[in-house]
C-alpha cells in the first residue's frame, strides 16, 4: 500500500519524522510477507506450556526479523524489542533511550483462523512515553497512524482521515471489546471484568488489536482486557490517545508496560471505567 512517508503533523523533531518514516517502510515490507500466508495453508506451533495454546507462525517471525533488520540498518544504536525475537542481545545500543517495540502480527489466533482483526504493531518508545505508534492491517489495506498527537488513517482508496473518539459518557449507552475472558487470569479481575459487561449496553469480544483501531474509528467506546506484554499495547496507545481516546492500567498509571488496560473514548467515560472496574 503506498503512503505518505509523513503524516501531516508539523514537527521539527528530525527524529520523529524519519521514524515515522521508516515505520511506514517497514510496515509495506511486512505487509507483502504476512499477506504471502494470510488465508493460505501454514504450520502453527504452540510455543506456549502444556494444557495452553500460544500460536506462532513463520510469518510472525519472519515479519520480525524483516521490521528488526530495517530498524537496525537506520537506527543502529536504538533498542528493539519484539514477541519473536531473542531481545536481551538488542540492549547494547549507544541510545539506550529510544526503543522500537514491535508485535509482527498482533492477533495470530486471527490470522491463522482467517479473520482480517490482525495487525502488525510498530512503536517507538523514548523511555517515557510511545511517541509514534502504527497499526498496519495489510488485508483490509488499513494503517493507523498515532503521531503529534493526532491519528491517521490511510485507507486502500488513497485517502486520509484524521479519527476521533466518541462522545459517550455513561456505561449504560457504551460499546466494550475484548478479546477474550481467557485473559483474565486473576479470578478478581473477572469478577470486576463480568460485573462491568453486565452494565453496558453491549460487550463484543474477538477484535484483537483491531479493537483498540475501532475505539479511535469512533465505532465503540472501550477496551478493557488484561494480561498485555509492552508490544501488544504500545503502538495502540497513541493511536488511541491522538483521537481523544484515553489508555491506562486499571489503576489509571501508565500502559506501557502492559498488563490489566483500559483503553475508553473520552476522559469521562474512562473514570467511570476505571471506578467500575476497582469497586
Same mark, same amino acid.
Given at each position: 500500500?503506498?503512503?505518505?512517508?509523513?503524516? @501531516?503533523?508539523?514537527?521539527? &523533531?528530525?527524529?520523529?519524522?524519519? /521514524?515515522?518514516?521508516? #515505520?511506514?517502510? /517497514?510496515?509495506?515490507?511486512?505487509? %507483502?510477507?504476512?499477506?504471502?500466508?494470510?488465508?493460505?495453508?501454514?504450520?502453527?506451533? +504452540?510455543?506456549?506450556?502444556?494444557?495452553?495454546?500460544? @500460536?506462532? %507462525?513463520?510469518?510472525?517471525?519472519?515479519?520480525?526479523?524483516?521490521?528488526?533488520?530495517?530498524?537496525?540498518?537506520?537506527?543502529?544504536?536504538? +533498542?528493539?524489542?519484539?514477541?519473536?525475537?531473542?531481545?536481551?542481545?538488542?540492549?547494547?545500543?549507544?541510545?539506550?533511550?529510544?526503543?522500537?517495540?514491535?508485535?509482527?502480527?498482533?492477533?495470530?489466533?486471527?490470522?491463522?483462523?482467517?479473520?482480517? #482483526?490482525?495487525?502488525? $504493531?510498530?512503536?517507538?518508545?523514548?523511555?517515557?512515553?510511545?511517541?509514534?505508534?502504527?497499526?498496519?492491517?495489510? *488485508?483490509?489495506?488499513?494503517?493507523?497512524?498515532? *503521531?503529534?498527537?493526532?491519528?491517521?488513517?490511510?485507507?486502500?482508496?488513497?485517502?486520509?482521515?484524521?479519527?476521533?473518539?466518541?462522545? %459517550? =459518557?455513561?456505561?449504560?449507552?457504551?460499546?466494550?471489546?475484548?478479546?477474550?475472558?481467557?485473559? *483474565?487470569?486473576?479470578?478478581?479481575?473477572?469478577?470486576?471484568?463480568?460485573?462491568?459487561?453486565?452494565?453496558? #449496553?453491549?460487550?463484543?469480544?474477538?477484535?484483537?488489536?483491531?479493537?483498540?483501531?475501532?475505539? #479511535?474509528?469512533?465505532?465503540? &467506546?472501550?477496551?478493557?482486557?488484561?494480561?498485555?506484554?509492552?508490544?501488544?499495547?504500545? =503502538?495502540?496507545?497513541?493511536?488511541?490517545?491522538?483521537?481523544?481516546?484515553?489508555?491506562?492500567?486499571?489503576?489509571?498509571?501508565?500502559?506501557? /508496560?502492559?498488563?490489566?488496560?483500559?483503553?475508553? =473514548?473520552?476522559?469521562?467515560?474512562? /473514570?467511570?471505567?476505571?471506578?467500575? $472496574?476497582?469497586?
Amino acid at each position: 500500500m503506498q503512503l505518505p512517508r509523513y503524516a @501531516p503533523v508539523d514537527t521539527p &523533531d528530525s527524529l520523529l519524522q524519519e /521514524a515515522l518514516a521508516l #515505520a511506514n517502510e /517497514a510496515c509495506d515490507a511486512a505487509a %507483502t510477507v504476512s499477506l504471502s500466508y494470510f488465508r493460505q495453508p501454514m504450520d502453527v506451533r +504452540n510455543k506456549a506450556s502444556e494444557g495452553l495454546f500460544d @500460536p506462532v %507462525t513463520e510469518a510472525d517471525k519472519k515479519v520480525e526479523l524483516l521490521i528488526r533488520a530495517k530498524v537496525a540498518e537506520q537506527f543502529p544504536d536504538h +533498542n528493539f524489542f519484539g514477541e519473536e525475537g531473542d531481545n536481551a542481545q538488542q540492549e547494547s545500543g549507544a541510545d539506550k533511550t529510544h526503543t522500537w517495540v514491535v508485535d509482527p502480527i498482533d492477533g495470530t489466533r486471527a490470522f491463522i483462523t482467517g479473520m482480517p #482483526a490482525w495487525g502488525t $504493531l510498530i512503536a517507538l518508545f523514548d523511555g517515557e512515553q510511545v511517541v509514534l505508534g502504527l497499526m498496519d492491517q495489510p *488485508f483490509l489495506q488499513e494503517r493507523f497512524v498515532g *503521531f503529534g498527537g493526532s491519528t491517521y488513517l490511510y485507507t486502500k482508496q488513497g485517502l486520509m482521515q484524521q479519527l476521533a473518539t466518541r462522545n %459517550t =459518557a455513561s456505561l449504560d449507552k457504551a460499546i466494550i471489546q475484548c478479546t477474550t475472558t481467557e485473559m *483474565f487470569k486473576n479470578p478478581t479481575e473477572l469478577a470486576s471484568f463480568n460485573r462491568l459487561a453486565s452494565t453496558v #449496553a453491549m460487550t463484543r469480544y474477538g477484535g484483537d488489536c483491531y479493537a483498540y483501531a475501532l475505539l #479511535a474509528m469512533g465505532y465503540i &467506546d472501550a477496551v478493557v482486557e488484561s494480561d498485555l506484554q509492552p508490544y501488544d499495547i504500545q =503502538a495502540l496507545i497513541p493511536i488511541v490517545t491522538g483521537a481523544g481516546g484515553v489508555v491506562t492500567n486499571w489503576q489509571g498509571d501508565s500502559a506501557v /508496560a502492559g498488563g490489566s488496560i483500559v483503553a475508553s =473514548a473520552n476522559p469521562e467515560l474512562h /473514570a467511570v471505567l476505571l471506578d467500575s $472496574l476497582s469497586s
